[in-house]
């Protein structure tokens, strides 16, 4: 009797012969995987793209806050002296925010990195305004009341004089229209 049982495959074991290998439900399972594997490497190229122009917005915003240190330092020194559009009473941030970026200013060819068709300036970093993102934002430091040690800083105007030093911040509109703040010092 015990040679009956064993050479009869059980009921089970017949099942899982006539079961296929492959079915549909593994097939779907695989689509979906492969689906959500192509979104996360296009989602972590699109972030290593966007970081990367940030991180280029921020070294040329680096670059301008060194070279207007650098022109600051020449102000007061008499043979050299401010020679361009960045110097003199009768300058404004609008006349040398230009010549920076003309054909014959240090920034010639400067743009912004984020997005070619976006603002190279801008008073500030506005989510409603999307022509925003990557610019380059400056700002004027005044003296907060009553101690006068710490600055406040609005957005520089364009009528702003250039006569006198001024205390400044350098900013990025980065990703997610936050502000990276990049340097502050005396122009």
Not at 77 to 89: A, F, M, Q, R
Request: charged share 20%; proline share 6%; net charge negative.
């Amino acid at each position: 009797m015990e040679a009956e049982n064993i050479e009869q495959p059980s009921l089970a074991a017949q099942s899982e012969k006539d079961r296929p290998y492959f079915t549909t439900g593994d097939l779907i399972y695989m689509v979906i995987a492969i689906v959500i594997g192509v979104a996360i490497i296009q989602l972590g190229y699109a972030t290593w793209i966007d970081g990367r122009h940030t991180e280029s917005s921020k070294s040329t915003g680096e670059s301008v806050a060194a070279w207007m240190t650098d022109q600051a330092s020449k102000r007061n020194s008499p043979p050299e002296g401010l020679s361009n559009e960045c110097g003199g009473e009768e300058k404004t941030w609008l006349n040398c925010r230009e010549w920076m970026v003309s054909s014959s200013g240090p920034f010639k060819g400067l743009r912004n990195e984020i997005n070619l068709g976006n603002k190279l300036f801008s008073p500030s970093c506005d989510r409603t305004q999307l022509d925003t993102l990557g610019a380059i934002i400056f700002e004027k430091g005044t003296p907060k009341p009553p101690d006068g040690a710490s600055l406040m800083y609005a957005p520089l105007a364009d009528d702003e004089p250039l006569g006198a030093p001024l205390a400044l911040r350098l900013s990025i509109c980065g990703r997610g229209f936050s502000v990276i703040h990049i340097a502050e010092f005396t122009f």
